[in-house]
């Protein structure tokens, strides 16, 4: 299912795709996490790899975001192998931001993402009034211009998660990555990030993700990537891709798959051992 | 290429009101030319406040001695413009003096302030590198074991010479033992303070069991002093703080991103893990001509920094402060080593009773705000 999905991808159905992966085998201290992987990402939409813990979700990402050098195989970027561009003339294309990044302590919001501008700036042209006003814009965009001058160990986590995400936008890319950018927020600063995320990609960019909330995958993504043991066992969009086997065998989790009553995109509702109505389980689900 | 428009910018087109109150959110920036950068007046103020306060510090450790020569004289005969006998005193007698302080002040805190930065830690400072215990150690084993080849060797190198080798010796130790796929900054400082505690136990042991003549010049050595500096160890420190304070300054645009950690700054187009390596390494040299200048002085390197951080109100040690406290703190203990007190003090007695109180204060007066 999922090799049919890359080939449609690749065949141009919905545009070429600017980033993918061909055969990568990455992993850490001679351990292979991910062995032989291909995927291509689309672009224009949000993707989002899920999958259980210790998948290789977050070592795909950092592999497609040249953190990560594969053993073997390669990472594509516009054509040319990521490994062989100059990772300044990378970070003029592809925007990365890692997991739960931490500022220096006393760091203003303005001057974060003022960092953004780097990979655009040289020895002697530090700063330009481009950058500042690709900054103001940034900041403006993401909805932390008021906080400018205030230091961002001051903030609140989901505040603070905008001010990461301006930075990256800063740096002027129309490819982003995010690793987990909801980790420790809870889930209303979830949505006001993630809904930020979406107005980027509405703009034009192409996003891709790693999230732990299935739901919120769901809800937010035009293209899922379903990882298990290192390899894709899905790509697709969600409601293709979003059933209840495909839920079972990917994290071994009982779900019943419904529609959301607000959203255009399927619901997980996950089935537990209490607290559940057994004569509202679907028989099937009830025999496994 | 790309079935989508390549955008390379920020939209714009949502953006009517960039700022509620509006007022600009970020920093003017300032252009000469190509060159171009971020206008920092308070940054820039307390830097050069400070660079005034070392040039006064520096004339006054000249002017005072048995032969106590006014500011006026001093600055006028540094101009070139003063009579033929201060001319002597001043410059034959006095200036190696104040110039190895500066010269080690400033490679000490620039030192502290690439290891601080370095290592996110301000616990970093270049002593935990290894270099002082290294340096220590070695000169210590030289001074208290007569005879045979530690005789030979003081007397082909000289102390300081041996000191050193023996000091960049242990910081190379801990930096390729730290090594791995890159330097992490905690590893570092977990290794560089294994070397350094093993350095000080053969210090040590070597003090314990050595003649009690011996020991009392070991301890002198050990304690930091700016005593009986020639011109000639001056130029040749001065000249390596030079040349490694020019690569540091080539280096410190690329190091800016990394304070946001190894991945942001990767993100952003850094090789960090390069860019760390020749930053480290200068560190140690830096730490390296100190110790050979001045011996092991300690404090300035750790304190300097941290000072420098909050007097010019920035998150991250700023080089060029960090440099100029650091001469501030040395030429001034320095001083104060030589008049306020009854007794002549080795310089590095002083500095770690100055810098720690005020460092101290200023994390207090921090808290009460």
Not at chain 2, 13 to 35: N, W, Y
Not at chain 2, 45 to 69: D, H, N, Q, R, Y
Not at chain 2, 246 to 255: E, L, M, N, S, T
Not at chain 2, 307 to 332: D, H, K, N, Q, W
Request: charged share 15%; glycine share 10%; aromatic share 4%.
């Amino acid at each position: 299912m999922s090799a049919e999905f890359i080939t449609e991808i690749e065949s141009g159905a919905r545009g070429l795709a600017r980033l993918a992966a061909k055969g990568v085998t990455v992993g850490y201290g001679g351990r292979n996490v991910i062995d032989g992987l291909d995927v291509a990402i689309p672009p224009g939409v949000i993707t989002t790899i899920i999958g259980p813990n210790g998948c290789g979700k977050s070592t795909l990402l950092r592999t497609l975001t040249r953190l990560l050098k594969p053993a073997s195989g390669s990472v594509v970027l516009d054509g040319e192998d990521i490994a062989r561009l100059k990772t300044r003339d990378v970070a003029k294309k592809l925007g990365l931001l890692p997991q739960a990044p931490v500022a220096p302590e006393g760091l203003t919001v303005a001057d974060l993402v003022a960092r953004g501008r780097h990979p655009h700036q040289s020895w002697l042209r530090q700063w330009s009034s481009d950058d500042a006003g690709v900054v103001e814009r940034a900041l403006a965009l993401t909805g932390v211009a008021d906080l400018a001058d205030r230091p961002v160990d001051s903030l609140s986590g989901g505040q603070r998660q905008r001010v990461w995400i301006s930075m990256t936008l800063a740096q002027g890319t129309d490819l982003l990555l995010l690793d987990e950018p909801t980790t420790y927020l809870d889930l209303a600063h979830a949505i006001d990030v993630l809904d930020l995320v979406d107005d980027l990609h509405e703009s034009g960019r192409t996003v891709v993700m790693v999230l732990h909330d299935l739901n919120l995958a769901t809800r937010y993504s035009d293209n899922l990537i379903v990882m298990r043991a290192g390899s894709i066992l899905a790509q697709g969009h969600p409601r293709d891709v979003i059933t209840a086997e495909l839920l079972d065998e990917a994290f071994g989790l009982r779900a019943m798959v419904v529609d959301d009553p607000v959203g255009d995109r399927p619901l997980i509702v996950p089935i537990g051992r209490t607290h559940v109505r057994l004569d509202q389980v679907p028989a099937e689900e009830c025999c496994k | 290429m790309s079935g989508t428009p390549v955008r390379t910018d920020v939209r714009t087109d949502a953006v009517t009101d960039v700022r509620a109150d509006g007022k600009r959110s970020v920093a003017p920036g300032v252009r000469l030319g190509q060159v171009s950068f971020v206008w920092r007046p308070w940054l820039v103020c307390v830097t050069l406040l400070l660079a005034a306060a070392v040039f006064l510090v520096f004339c006054l450790s000249i002017g005072v001695g048995e032969f106590p020569i006014g500011l006026p004289q001093v600055v006028r005969t540094i101009l070139g413009r003063g009579e033929r006998v201060d001319q002597f005193v001043i410059m034959d007698l006095r200036m190696p003096r104040a110039l190895a302080g500066l010269v080690v002040g400033i490679a000490l805190g620039v030192s502290g302030a690439l290891t601080q930065s370095i290592a996110r830690n301000p616990l970093a400072s270049p002593d935990i590198l290894g270099i002082t215990g290294g340096a220590g150690a070695v000169s210590v084993f030289l001074v208290t074991v007569s005879g045979g080849a530690a005789a030979a060797v003081e007397s082909t190198l000289g102390l300081s010479a041996a000191a050193l080798a023996g000091g960049l010796g242990t910081g190379l130790l801990v930096y390729f033992l730290a090594w791995r796929r890159g330097i992490d900054g905690f590893r570092l400082i977990l290794i560089g303070i294994s070397v350094s505690a093993v350095m000080e136990a053969i210090t040590t042991w070597l003090l314990v069991t050595a003649d009690i003549k011996d020991v009392a010049r070991a301890q002198a050595w050990l304690v930091g002093s700016l005593d009986n500096r020639s011109w000639g160890e001056v130029r040749i420190a001065l000249w390596c703080t030079l040349v490694i304070l020019a690569v540091v300054a080539c280096a410190a645009f690329q190091f800016k991103p990394m304070h946001l950690g190894d991945e942001v700054a990767a993100g952003l187009g850094v090789r960090y893990a390069m860019v760390r390596a020749v930053l480290l390494l200068c560190a140690v040299l830096l730490a390296g001509v100190a110790v050979s200048a001045a011996g092991p002085v300690p404090f300035v390197a750790l304190v300097a920094p941290q000072v420098a951080m909050r007097l010019a109100r920035c998150p991250t040690p700023p080089m060029v402060a960090s440099g100029m406290v650091g001469a501030l703190l040395l030429i001034g203990a320095d001083l104060v080593a030589r008049t306020a007190l009854p007794i002549t003090l080795p310089v590095g007695v002083v500095t770690a009773a100055i810098g720690g109180p005020f460092l101290v204060y200023l994390l207090v007066r921090a808290n009460l705000r």
